[in-house]
């Protein structure tokens, strides 16, 4: 079946750290692939996307690029602030199948 | 932001009494999804509908119901609340592919805490 595979957390960095988080999948064919964002008490925010191989998806500074060869999809972000604390969740989808399928989440602690 | 409201936020109910969570959209999307979220297991989908009357079991749906009579309404039913149902639960909207290519981000409500003691 289709799964997603993130790190485990949690992740705690110092303010302006280079942050990755790893996230691979599992999937028969070629689905689009993203990341959420949850704020704590809120729910879930896009943060970026991509949609085919080699795609780069990119938003407020964070970066992820849709790795085909390798199956992955992992977040990144040059400099990151206190403001980034938060839970992360990869997902992936089809074209057509309406529905998402998430990791685990990886909590990201960032320390001023 | 998308336009998704749940209500209530939150909300204590004993074991055994029927509970009703609403989410409310105003972006005339398709679908319409409840998840809920525990530590250790991430968001699971329960149910899920793609449109009006027609409605999917998702991978955790024993002990819930749902109903979509609008567009805009998608209504999370526990007809006996037990206390592995405590959970947060988010309510999720999408346009499906409809509004034209690569739509399929789902957009979510600000999320419903439930206690059952």
């Known amino acids: 079946g289709n799964s997603v595979t993130q790190m485990e957390g949690p992740v705690t960095l110092s303010e302006e750290a280079f942050l990755t988080i790893n996230c691979t999948y599992t999937a028969t064919g070629y689905p689009s692939l993203f990341w959420y964002v949850q704020y704590p008490g809120e729910g879930l925010q896009l943060l970026l996307k991509a949609t085919k191989a080699d795609d780069k998806g990119s938003n407020k500074g964070f970066e992820a690029t849709y790795r085909k060869e390798t199956t992955s999809f992992h977040l990144e972000k040059g400099s990151v602030q206190v403001s980034d604390s938060a839970v992360y969740f990869c997902?992936?989808?089809?074209?057509?199948?309406?529905?998402?399928?998430f990791g685990q989440g990886t909590r990201l602690t960032i320390n001023p | 932001d998308a336009g998704i409201t749940q209500s209530p936020r939150h909300k204590v109910t004993e074991t055994g009494t029927p509970v009703t969570l609403r989410c409310h959209q105003t972006e005339n999307h398709r679908y319409m999804y409840w998840y809920r979220q525990d530590p250790g297991h991430g968001l699971r989908l329960i149910h899920y509908?793609?449109?009006?009357?027609?409605?999917d079991k998702g991978e955790v749906s024993d002990g819930y119901s749902v109903s979509r009579s609008k567009t805009e309404d998608f209504l999370l039913t526990l007809e006996s609340a037990t206390s592995s149902q405590t959970s947060v639960y988010f309510c999720a909207i999408s346009e499906g592919g409809s509004g034209g290519s690569n739509t399929y981000e789902q957009y979510f409500g600000p999320g419903t805490r439930l206690t059952v003691t």
């Open positions: 509908s793609y449109g009006v009357k027609d409605t």
């Open positions: 997902a992936l989808t089809f074209w057509g199948a309406q529905k998402l399928v």
